[in-house]
């Protein structure tokens, strides 16, 4: 079975962001940038896939500047076989990247495709389902088990109550969250043999998808500080400043 | 303008989220439906009715919308929501799941987890965790919108008086089926729109220590919560979490028991009114948005809170 993993290049998770002063985005020059971690979980959920015989070939999809070979690179060491680099400088907004990977499915036809629920940049939570609809697959989302059995993909998912398991018919799209594995690092004889594993470049227009943003950013501002205030001295004067000051309980 | 707000509810109940939304509906202004879609949810359709604001109500009730099944859900909405200007819906794990689907179908773009309304095509989210807040405008024709409950003050429960119709459409999709769910249950008000969460960290050390903060949760007839950490170290259960990727939690008091403060942390509880804070580390970065701080050790901290809380209330 073929697997199909997309994954996004952002901003690392320990960066602090700041926001430009013209206020038309974050500052992103010399910023350390990395995987998204939702999608090093996806990552890693394909190579179990692969280890326990059930997947048999792993392709990692990327969109973005030319840098996010980077990122597939790692994917690659990670133990995915070859790399799709759909390049572009434009921005790139949810649907679009939904329907620029429904192409690539299309074309390769994977019997499961495993994403991020979320960027840790846009935080849209959208990409996954977006795909799925547009393809027409069943969607697990926000996955902490996936279990492939036979023409089916069992996912656990959790939710606001708990968890929820759904079956649903292969193909099918699942999202990842926190739970689902803890991803593995790479070793350096992988990522040397990852300098030689196979890598697709195309455009947009390649696969037929032109670019054309919905969403327009008008500013971006940071958000409201919040003021430290004071250190208590015991549990009685906590107490008290919640009771006789700030009156919460 | 014609705004469709999707109700959030459990087949019996309501959920308060439906009434943030109404209120973010309100904000954009113009007639307000709602859709509940569920099985044998006719009561969730009467409860709906009494909103503040809301003109109709349309009830689909049928089997294949029983556990909200995204595939199903949004080729409904998609189909009901073509006509109206806007579709709203909270940004919960159900909204989460079924409106980037209701968008596609559509083909629009889907704004997500918006905490304010600009005007009628622009809107106010946070990106980056919290950390940098983006003005969005939509170009489309139909605006479909996921909201962040906590960022609007809900409407009325009572006081409406609208018609409800009932929905003959069934789409079910074939895609998906559910299969089983572990539901969290407690007797303790909803993380998500509690007035106190008391929550814990790594700093628990393991779930039996939970018990702690759970009593003095109920002695402020609080909620209890969780940091990733604790999660992922198995203490408490995922719908515990609270943060960027988790549950987003704006109550009157949150209190972080040996939490440190990590970013993603503080993007799901840093708009709550009063934050207090108890860690050993007098360096832990929580107490830069704590009003206030104490460092102590948890395990004498807890204990004596819970002593103090019992004689003044
Ligand atoms: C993609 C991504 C998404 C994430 N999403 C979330 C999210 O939604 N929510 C979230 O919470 N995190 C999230 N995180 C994780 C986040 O980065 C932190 O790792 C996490 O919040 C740390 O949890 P913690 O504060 O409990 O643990 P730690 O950072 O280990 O802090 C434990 C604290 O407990 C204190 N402590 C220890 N013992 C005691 C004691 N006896 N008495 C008093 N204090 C004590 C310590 O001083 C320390 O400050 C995410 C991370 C990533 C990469």
Known sequence: ?249 | MSILVIAEHDNSELKQATLNVVAAAKAIGGDIDVLVAGENCGAVGEAAAKADGVSKVLVADNAVYGHFLGENLGELVAEVGNSYSHILAAAGTVGKDFMPRVAALLDVAQVSDIMRVESEDTFVRPIYAGNAIATVKSTDSIKVITVRPTAFDPVAEEGGSATVEALDIVKDAGLSQFVSEELAKSDRPDLASAGIVVSGGRGMQNGENFKMLEQVADLLGAAVGASRAAVDAGFVPNDMQVGQTGKIVAPQLYIAVGISGAIQHLAGMSDSKVIAAINKDEEAPIFQVADYGLVADLFEAVPQLEEELKKVL
């Open chain 1, 1 to 249: 079975m073929k697997v199909l993993v997309a994954v996004k290049r952002v901003i690392d998770y320990n960066v602090k962001v700041r926001v430009k002063p013209d206020n038309t985005g974050v500052d992103l020059a010399n910023v350390k940038m990395a995987m998204n971690p939702f999608c090093e979980i996806a990552v890693e959920e394909a190579v179990r896939l692969k280890e326990k015989g059930v997947a048999s070939e792993i392709v990692v999809v990327s969109i973005g500047p030319k840098a996010c070979q980077e990122q597939i690179r790692t994917a690659l060491a990670l133990g995915a076989d070859r790399g799709i680099h759909i390049e572009t400088d434009e921005e790139v907004q949810s649907l679009e990247a939904a329907k620029l990977l429904k192409s690539v499915v299309e074309k390769e036809e994977p019997k499961l495709v495993i994403l991020g629920k979320q960027s840790i940049d846009s935080d849209n939570n959208q990409t996954g389902q977006m795909l799925a609809a547009l393809t027409g697959m069943g969607q697990g989302t926000f996955a902490s088990e996936v279990v492939v059995d036979g023409e089916n993909v069992n996912v656990t998912r959790e939710v606001d109550g708990g968890l929820m398991t759904v079956a649903l018919k292969l193909p099918a799209v699942i999202t990842t969250d926190l739970r689902l594995n803890e991803p593995r690092y790479a070793s350096l004889p992988n990522i040397m043999k990852a300098k030689k594993k196979p890598l697709d470049n195309m455009s947009p227009a390649d696969l037929g998808v032109e670019l054309a943003p919905r969403l327009s950013t008008l500013k971006v501002e940071a958000p409201a500080s919040r003021q430290a205030g004071v250190k208590v001295a015991d549990v009685a004067e906590l107490v008290d400043k919640l009771k006789n000051e700030a009156k919460v309980i």
